[in-house]
């Protein structure tokens, strides 16, 4: 399954014109842990508690924050089609890595995940 965050795709919107092709992204978090554009990070400005460091790179004219793409077993698609937000897990240096989809909701949607989303991502 093809995915496409909101980030990625109103980047335009919130990114200066020309940023570097690779670097880093701050996320506010609120309390769902639903992460939101809050600028691109500085080395010089420490991040807030309720802040987020996550790798970007500028691609083809895209902006890509995680994995594009979800996969899944063969038959289950059904499962997933009502996927709005991406789960992520988000090391210290800012990789992120997909390890699940929820509806807007915030519900599962298959697999196995914690019930409290780690930091997701529309």
């Known amino acids: 399954m093809a995915l496409n965050y909101q ?5 335009r919107k919130l990114l200066p014109d020309s940023p570097p092709h690779d670097g880093f992204l701050v996320l506010n978090l609120d309390e769902n842990h639903i992460g939101s554009f ?12 309720n802040q987020l460091r996550i790798r970007y790179r500028l691609r083809d004219g895209r902006l890509r924050i995680g994995s594009n793409a979800f996969f899944f077993q063969e038959g289950t698609a059904k499962k997933y089609r009502q996927g709005a937000y991406g789960e992520f897990r988000v090391g210290d240096e800012g ?3 997909l390890i699940a989809l929820r509806d807007e909701k915030l519900n599962l ?3 196995s995940a914690s019930s409290k989303p780690a930091v997701t991502w529309p």
């Open 38 to 49: 809050a600028g691109l990070y500085e080395q010089t400005r420490p991040l807030e508690q």
């Open 109 to 111: 949607l298959g697999g």
């Open 7 to 11: 980030i990625s795709r109103d980047w």
């Open 95 to 97: 990789e992120s890595l």
